[in-house]
């Protein structure tokens, strides 16, 4: 009976499609219920009109160019392609084997100037997997250094099946404060706090040449651009720290944003009013530290209801910031919408504002004109699990959905008169 | 090839379990096991019962903590207009379920209950409780702190045959952790010595009811487990140390020459049972474990990654006579669904946690599926709390990941894999996993659809009584640890 079905699935739609697009046609998906995410709900059969990668219109019962490809979504859920705010797409590929690791340094004197840009590797079988789970771009984050509580810097990198996937480089600066980094900052917090504080003061008054200065001149240049206005990214739990994030924010009048968070919702109001986003995983519910005690599955509902921006990724003991970083994504999404969340600004927080957050609005995250075309087209809610993209459009090009992980499936489960070695 | 070893593994002492939570108030009522007594601590084990026959009884069981498990309070309930999953591959639509001093009276339409307490479930969705048969919860306590990080309760890792350690002697009960596992509609669940050691020790099947000590929260009656590890874990831990084993053949020699040695001992015991002359032989507790899973007393769980890896345990099995309950975690036994089918071994899996170690590579999502295409026990199982709280989602993904390669199968076949199918791994199929008569009262009323993301467990009862309510406060537990906290605990 697999063999049967597996071989109807390898009946799988056809990439004519593509090779229109790679002759310069303009695409058109009609018949799609699109959701823009510019804050106007959803456009019931809509006809989406892509040229040279961008999206021109997207107009309800629109008329189809002369000419152009057209893909008839049969009244599918077109939303833009996911990014996912956390992941180490790019950066790790596995986790226990250091020579597929890259995501941190432990043994050299770059700490906030560590950047995560330089080992990008565009060729990981993990980004095919995320993007056939409908992520087209992604924030790749340095893991936590030896230099606590400096991290370094994360990049925003576009999921294209060839060529350069570095999108936007030091996007933002990462800390981390509490207890998972207590041992690497002497064992306190106040410490981590002191250490960021005076780090920035230091870089602020730093002097290019000037020998025996307290900070690198590397890590000073790194901080400069955060006194600049440069995203600083604090990965944090705790509330006491949190309303540390928002003094931290004010008193160097710095653009913070948190990630993590499990306690925000304490604290929703003042983050809403400091205008600081938060960058979550929905399924943080777990009392797991002494930091994360006020954890709740209704964390995102209560911040979106006090104003805070959003964005979501998707942990699972760490293994979803790599593995199946799409699918986690939406299914933490759709447990956020169970607890509260209204559905719209769920995906809104894999999308537009996870690209306001890291600087990449102006062409990314919604569909809209002259915005890059990426496209999902869904078989069903993609919040639900078991939910898969039914097409996916990088920057208005057609990507296979095919990942390693679907040819060791079919390798294993067609028929075949020689083993499954020889099946590729 | 097989040694001198004797191949008689007896099946098992699982025709001596007892589903003793529901205690069956009325003889003669249609059931195919035994009724209980409550459990006494001052009397050993249900399980070992036949042992008390023997003048001079095989020591290879005992110890332990006797269940002192009692159920909830509770009253007979009728469950009226749900749509009905009984965990044995049966829907039914507007359906009632009726529960009589704790066991599943009837599953069917338009039910008398009688006196029973009625509760509309209208609109919403009931199945069995749902069973985790790979928990470490209470071991891998919330919150962990530096202290686990130094010494942790998951493995004994003072050498790589940790047999001698029973897992049940470590529970925090006040993990918070049974608590969320509960909200989410575990009922019952195995908790596993960790993986480190090549065998981790004896395994203990709970109820998430937090109580003062394990054995309140011992599933009465139980057969044990074993936990057993092939792979990376123990070469890279004690490897690393410089101790054996440092390689995959390593560890294969260890199993066998423990193996070997439980076999003369259990050789020698069963001498001195025969002729009980002089003194018995020394007690040597991993000899006392490994020779009950010679025997067939103990349920033998491992965890594995790799197809080659599972086929070398098999052959192990093989060589020494005893069966494998099942492969834990076992991401690539979709490559060789054989190793399941042919030995009526299940498969424990994930829906989609793979990559992060080099044998967990090859994971794939229909792993689940394609194994129960192929006719093997397929289970789903936590390993983490947090997934630990959402099985149902995990089983949703596994199915959607079937479903999406051509293999869709209805939710009231899904549901087996998060119900009857791991009530087998524990050795438990007579007793909870299904909705039907004479089975335990475990039962979960969901606000909808258990596949779907938005659906949420309303209530969750336990031998016919109610353990959690999503919209009871009374029914809603809170740690010892949580107590006097500002918990996030959704009211």
Redesign the interface.
């Known amino acids: 009976?697999?063999r049967a079905?597996?071989l109807?699935?390898l009946l799988t739609p056809g990439v004519a499609s593509s090779q229109d697009l790679a002759a310069g046609k303009d695409l058109a998906v009609t018949h799609a219920e699109a959701w823009t995410m510019t804050g106007n709900g959803k456009v019931s059969d809509a006809t989406i009109i892509v040229h040279d990668g961008r999206i021109v219109s997207v107009t309800a019962a629109g008329p189809v160019p002369e000419g152009a490809a057209v893909i008839d979504a049969g009244g599918r859920m077109v939303t833009p392609g996911l990014m996912n705010a956390a992941t180490q797409l790019g950066l790790v590929?596995?986790?226990?084997?250091d020579e597929t690791n890259d995501k941190s340094s432990s043994n050299t004197t770059l700490g906030a100037a560590f950047d995560v840009q330089y080992a990008l590797n565009g060729n990981s079988v993990?980004l095919p997997v995320a993007r056939a789970d409908g992520v087209t771009r992604a924030v790749s984050y340095p893991g936590a250094a030896g230099t606590a509580p400096f991290m370094g810097q994360a990049a925003v990198i576009r999921l294209v099946e060839s060529g350069d996937i570095l999108e936007r480089p030091q996007a933002a600066m990462y800390v981390q404060i509490g207890s998972a980094t207590l041992?690497a900052a002497g064992g306190s917090r106040s410490a981590q706090w002191q250490l960021l504080r005076n780090a920035l003061t230091e870089a602020g008054r730093y002097q290019p040449g000037k020998p025996d200065q307290p900070i690198t001149r590397l890590d000073a240049e790194a901080l400069q651009k955060v006194l600049g206005g440069q995203l600083l990214v604090i990965l944090t739990q705790r509330e006491s720290d949190i309303r540390q994030a928002i003094a931290l924010a004010k008193d160097f009048k710095l653009r913070v944003a948190l990630m993590g968070a499990?306690?925000a919702?304490?604290c929703a109001d003042a983050l809403a009013a400091a205008k600081i986003p938060v960058i979550l995983d929905p399924?943080d519910?777990?009392?797991?530290?002494?930091d994360?005690?006020?954890?709740?599955?209704?964390?995102a509902a209560l911040l979106d209801k006090a104003g805070v921006p959003l964005a979501f990724y998707a942990s699972?003991?760490t293994?979803y910031l790599?593995?199946?970083a799409g699918?986690?994504m939406r299914?933490v999404a759709?447990?956020a919408?169970?607890?509260g969340l209204p559905y719209e600004t769920a995906l809104a927080s894999m999308t537009r504002s996870p690209a306001a957050i890291f600087g990449i609005g102006d062409h990314y995250g919604t569909l809209a004109k002259d915005q890059d075309a990426d496209l999902v087209i869904w078989?069903g809610d993609p919040?639900?699990?078991?939910?898969?993209p039914w097409k996916v459009f990088v920057q208005g090009r057609e990507a296979s959905l095919e990942t390693r992980?679907?040819l060791?499936?079919d390798r294993?489960?067609k028929p075949a008169a020689l083993p499954?070695v020889y099946q590729k | 090839m097989k040694g001198s070893f004797s191949t008689a593994w007896l099946p098992v002492i699982a025709l001596a379990i007892a589903c003793s939570g529901a205690m069956a108030a009325t003889p003669g009522k249609a059931r195919h096991h035994p009724p209980v007594k409550p459990a006494a601590a001052a009397k050993p084990p249900a399980d070992f019962a036949d042992q008390k026959t023997r003048e001079h009884p095989l020591p290879f069981m005992l110890g332990g903590n006797p269940s002192t498990y009692k159920p909830l309070p509770r009253q007979d309930l009728l469950i009226t207009h749900a749509t009905v999953l009984d965990g044995a591959g049966r829907r039914f639509d507007d359906a009632d379920v009726l529960s009589r001093d704790g066991r599943i009276v009837a599953v069917g339409h338009n039910l008398d209950g009688g006196n029973a307490r009625v509760i509309d479930a209208r609109g919403r969705w009931v199945t069995p409780g749902i069973i985790d048969p790979h928990s470490h919860d209470g071991t891998y306590s919330m919150p962990l702190t530096s202290i686990d990080d130094e010494s942790g309760d998951v493995s004994e890792m003072s050498g790589p045959i940790a047999a001698d350690t029973w897992i049940e002697h470590a529970i925090n009960t006040q993990d918070a952790s049974f608590i969320y596992a509960l909200q989410g509609g575990i009922t019952t669940l195995q908790g596993l010595p960790g993986s480190t050691p090549q065998i981790g020790g004896r395994a203990v099947t709970l109820h998430p009811i937090p109580a003062t000590h394990v054995a309140a929260m011992k599933f009465p009656g139980a057969p044990q487990g074993l936990k057993m590890a092939c792979g990376e874990n123990a070469k890279g831990y004690f490897g690393g140390k410089g101790q054996k084993p440092t390689s995959r053949q390593g560890e294969m020699a260890n199993f066998r020459d423990v193996f070997s040695q439980a076999d003369a001992y259990r050789g020698m015991w069963r001498h001195y049972e025969d002729e009980p002359h002089g003194p018995p032989p020394p007690r040597d507790l991993k000899l006392d474990t490994l020779a009950a899973t010679l025997d067939g007393d103990l349920l033998v769980q491992i965890h594995c990654y790799r197809a080659d890896d599972m086929a070398e345990m098999q052959a192990l099995a093989h060589e020494f006579g005893f069966k494998i309950t099942a492969f834990h975690h076992a991401v690539e036994a979709y490559k060789n669904p054989d190793l399941f089918t042919e030995t009526g071994t299940c498969a424990v899996v994930w829906s989609d946690w793979w990559g992060f170690k080099m044998e967990a590579n090859d994971g794939i999502r229909e792993n689940a599926a394609l194994l129960d295409a192929a006719g093997a026990c397929v289970t789903m199982h936590s390993d983490s709390p947090v997934i630990g709280q959402r099985l149902n989602i995990e089983a949703a993904k596994a199915a959607g990941a079937g479903r999406h390669m051509g293999l869709a199968e209805p939710p009231e076949h899904i549901i087996k894999w998060i119900t009857s199918n791991p009530a087998k791994v524990l050795g438990l199929e007579d007793c909870i996993g299904t909705l039907a008569p004479g089975y335990n009262a475990d039962i979960v009323i969901w606000s909808g659809d258990p596949f779907s993301i938005y659906t949420l467990a309303d209530t969750v009862l336990i031998d016919g009584a109610i353990a959690y309510d999503r919209h009871d406060p009374a029914y809603q537990p809170l740690s010892d640890f949580q107590l006097g906290r500002k918990a996030g605990v959704s009211q």
């Open positions: 009976m697999i079905l597996v109807a699935l590929e596995t986790g226990a084997a993990l041992s499990n306690e919702w304490r399924m519910n777990l009392p797991i530290s002494f994360q005690i006020g954890a709740r599955l209704d964390n699972g003991n293994i790599s593995y199946d699918e986690a299914e759709g447990m919408v169970a607890n078989d919040l639900e699990p078991g939910n898969y992980q679907t060791l499936r294993y489960a499954p």
